[in-house]
């Protein structure tokens, strides 16, 4: 089943700007973790926010975490074509070792 | 240092065939896992070994998959009879721990014709 779910399922923009990406989940998590995948292969791993925090950063990336709305957000500021991808948010849903991904948003960066 | 690795990349078999994918994972980390991810959905867990030991199989759909770790590093996911709905990407990921950070390989693409 998934926890997750992103919004919206696909974001088409242009190099430059900002993509913003959501992602809403049901239980109560110890974090929260943002993935990208090209051509439906391996994940990479962006960054991990927990529950006690409300905002990372990691270069041109800004996580921000609302536990009392069950929801994330991903912005990627000054997109470039290479950012194009699939992004999956991914809770660890409690009190459990394995990921629940949302089912994903598709980000398309045109040059 | 090197990532987690899979072999194979892809594995084309017929239906009914047994199958066995390989996981082999960063070194030093404790925790192994499986995931499944159809066409245009989110990885979904299959199982969890934390050293040698499957500490959470509740994600296997039915019994003809089966995983093993005997050493606590190489896993070995293994599926009889495999079935058309069985043609999937199967990812295999580490933590150093557990709940952390996990770590993908770049998957197995596995088609049953």
């Known amino acids: 089943s998934q926890q997750g779910e992103e919004d919206p399922q696909a974001l088409s923009i242009q190099e430059g700007e900002n993509a913003t990406m959501n992602c809403s989940y049901k239980t109560s998590i110890n974090n929260l973790q943002w993935y990208r995948q090209n051509s439906g292969r391996g994940l990479v791993h962006l960054i991990l926010i927990r529950s006690n925090e409300r905002e990372k950063h990691s270069g041109r990336l800004r996580v921000t975490l609302d536990t009392s709305k069950k929801s994330s957000s991903l912005l990627i500021t000054a997109s470039r074509a290479a950012d194009t991808a699939s992004y999956f948010c991914?809770?660890?849903?409690?009190?459990?070792?394995?990921?629940?991904f949302g089912t994903g948003t598709r980000l398309q960066v045109f040059p | 240092g090197a990532g987690v690795s899979q072999t194979p990349s892809n594995k084309v078999t017929e239906k009914g065939k047994y199958v066995e994918l390989r996981c082999d994972p960063i070194s030093g980390h404790t925790a192994l896992y499986w995931y499944r991810q159809s066409l245009g959905q989110g990885p979904e867990f299959l199982i969890y070994f934390q050293g040698t030991g499957a500490a959470d199989d509740s994600g296997l759909p039915n019994d003809r998959f089966f995983a093993v770790r005997p050493e606590g590093s190489v896993s070995t996911l293994k599926i009889q009879r495999t079935e058309r709905g069985d043609s999937a990407v199967y990812l295999c990921?580490?933590?150093?721990?557990?709940?952390?950070?996990?770590?993908f390989g770049p998957g197995t693409r596995l088609t049953v014709l």
């Open positions: 990921a580490s933590s150093q721990t557990g709940r952390d950070t996990q770590y």
């Open positions: 991914a809770t660890d849903a409690g009190n459990t070792d394995k990921l629940i």
